[in-house]
Every structure is written in structure tokens, then in C-alpha cells.
């Protein structure tokens, strides 16, 4: 897998790739279904096999997957459970921020009929954890840093009382959990904070994700990431129609040939450069497009095509003009040793 500047560059296309694939979904299936012929709950449209909605949901799903394998690459490099925070609060507060004040702002001053934001909300999302607080996402893609939330959390227990060693073990323990719980029917049993905690719905592929950067760093996969694997698999094919499950695991292939650096062909400049925007893209995309699209009247492929312009301008700014800097400033700042 080719680096360039510590970065993967086959993990960065992928990246571009799925938040593209992200916006795709929202500026056509749920933009239809939210404005055009006002059905709000989508999951039960199109074949059983592949319902709408999922269109949305795996490309997060592959996000989630690139995640276990980073942030365990984070953590190797973490000297302590504060450098693991101080590099992940870098990485995501700064451009979420950014993002979260211009979507705000935009839906305040331009769709005041369509959503309602206060105050109290506004500062509740500043801090990420809406979500844990039951409180409304100003934009509805913030649902997944809930998710990788709870993925942090449970990656600093294992620092924390120093069970990194023993990951293979707490890897297979975590996904029988995990499948254990695909097997519960809705509503199911368990409170939502302990699902929450221990993410439940997703930890297959984050699991996944860690076992692939295992691959990728060992060259080989013991009998304990085989059975993680194997888990995350059944998960899957248990707790997705098949359709979905099908392509899951197709995306699982697809991993697995990058770790291989089968894919080296892929690295494109392009669909590199949609990879380093992709965070900032997947942020600032939904409710700022769809108060364009609102507002412009023109044919819907012109809409389309006008915000999708003006999502990918408003990443790129994003990212090179505050993400960036703010990681190299607040990298440097937070890891000074404290004068005493």
C-alpha cells in the first residue's frame, strides 16, 4: 500500500469514494423522498433484497471499516491515552466546527420553515455528543461520529488498563457480542447505553477494520483474527437483506485486495484528493445542498450539479484552510510537555 505523507493513499480513494457515494444518495433517493414525494421513512422502499435506504448506509459502513484500521494505526503511534486524544480531537473537532457553523447558519438564514435550530441545540452538537444526550443532530450524517465516538472509548479502555496486548482475544469476545446481538429482534432487550458503549450495531466492521491493519502491518492472520472475520461475516449475513449482504461482503473483498496492495492501480490523484476532503465533503454536504436545491429553481439535474459544486468547494476550503493547519497547530500545541 503506497504512503504518501503517512497516508494510505488505496484508503483514501476508498474514502473519496464512499463519501461521494454518500452524496450521491442524499442529492437523489433521499432528496426525492424528503421533497419531491414526501415519504419520510425510506428503509422500507425499493427490493427486499436491497432496500433504498442501504444505499446511504454501506458506504458509512465501509467508513467504519477504515476507521478500525486507522485508529489502530493511531494507536500504535499514540505514546499515551492523552497523544490518542489530542491527534483525534485535532482530527475531527476543528473541520466539524466549521461545518457544523455554516450548516447551522445556512439552515437559520435559509430554510427557517424547514428546520428550526436553537440555541441550546447549537451548542449541545459543538460538542459531538448529541447523540449519547438524545439530543437532535443539526445535520443528520452526525450520526455516525456518535458511532466512532463510542469506538474511541472503547479503544482508550484498552489502553487504559493496557489490553492491547490480548487484542485477538478482546476481538473475538467483542464480536460474538456483536453477533449475539444481530440475533435480538426489534425492540430488543438491551438499553441503549450499553449498545451505545459497546457499539453493538457496527462493531463488526470496526473489528474487521482492525483485523485488516493486522494483516496489513503482520502479513499474516492468526486463528483469532480468522474467527473475527469469520463472526463479522455470519453477522452480516444475519443481520442485512441480501442484497445488502452481498455487496458488505464484496467490500469486504475489496479491503482485503488493498491491504494485499492488489489495488495499487487505483490511486488516482483525483480520487486521492476526494480522500483528503472526504471528512470535510461528508460533513457539509446534506442540509446545505438541500436548502440550495430548494432554493434554486432550476431543472433538478442543475440543482443536483450546483450542489454538488458547492459541497465539494465548501470541503476543500474546509479542509486546507482549517482542518490542516488546526491538526498541524493543535498537534504541536497538545503535545508540548507541561511546564511545571
Not at 484508503?11 to 461521494?20: F, Q
Not at 486546507?320 to 497547530?329: D, I, S
Amino acid at each position: 500500500m503506497k504512503r504518501s505523507d503517512d497516508r494510505f493513499l488505496i484508503l483514501d480513494c476508498l474514502r473519496g469514494l464512499a463519501a461521494l457515494a454518500v452524496l450521491i444518495y442524499h442529492y437523489t433517493i433521499r432528496y426525492h423522498t424528503l421533497f419531491i414525494d414526501h415519504i419520510r421513512d425510506i428503509k422500507g422502499l425499493g427490493p427486499d433484497s436491497f432496500p433504498f435506504y442501504y444505499f446511504g448506509q454501506v458506504p458509512v459502513y465501509l467508513f467504519f471499516m477504515i476507521s478500525g484500521f486507522v485508529i489502530f494505526l493511531t494507536v500504535s503511534r499514540s505514546r499515551s491515552i492523552r497523544d490518542f486524544m489530542n491527534r483525534r480531537f485535532s482530527r475531527l473537532y476543528p473541520a466539524y466546527w466549521t461545518a457544523l457553523t455554516a450548516t447551522t447558519f445556512v439552515l437559520v438564514v435559509f430554510a427557517s420553515d424547514y428546520r428550526n435550530v436553537s440555541v441550546e441545540v447549537f451548542i449541545m452538537n459543538l460538542t459531538m455528543f448529541q447523540g449519547f444526550l438524545h439530543v437532535s443532530y443539526i445535520d443528520g450524517v452526525y450520526w455516525s461520529l456518535t458511532v466512532e465516538l463510542s469506538f474511541y472509548i472503547l479503544i482508550m479502555v484498552l489502553m487504559r488498563f493496557r489490553l492491547r496486548e490480548r487484542i485477538e482475544l478482546y476481538l473475538v469476545i467483542w464480536s460474538i457480542l456483536v453477533l449475539g446481538y444481530a440475533f435480538m429482534g426489534v425492540p430488543n432487550p438491551i438499553p441503549y447505553p450499553i449498545v451505545y458503549l459497546l457499539v453493538l450495531d457496527y462493531g463488526h466492521f470496526f473489528a474487521a477494520g482492525i483485523v485488516f491493519y493486522r494483516l496489513w502491518t503482520h502479513k499474516t492472520l492468526s486463528n483469532y483474527d480468522r474467527a473475527v472475520i469469520a463472526i463479522s461475516i455470519v453477522t452480516i449475513i444475519i443481520k442485512y437483506p441480501v442484497g445488502v449482504a452481498a455487496a458488505l461482503l464484496a467490500l469486504y473483498a475489496v479491503f482485503y485486495a488493498a491491504v494485499m496492495e492488489w489495488l495499487s492501480f487505483l490511486a488516482h490523484p483525483l480520487l486521492v484528493w476526494f480522500g483528503t476532503i472526504s471528512y470535510a465533503l461528508y460533513l457539509v454536504h446534506q442540509e446545505i445542498g438541500y436548502v440550495i436545491m430548494q432554493n434554486l429553481p432550476l431543472a433538478y439535474p442543475v440543482q443536483v450539479l450546483v450542489a454538488s459544486t458547492v459541497a465539494i468547494a465548501l470541503a476543500a476550503m474546509i479542509t486546507f484552510l482549517v482542518e490542516r493547519p488546526a491538526q498541524r497547530y493543535l498537534r504541536t500545541r497538545l503535545s508540548k510537555p507541561k511546564v511545571v
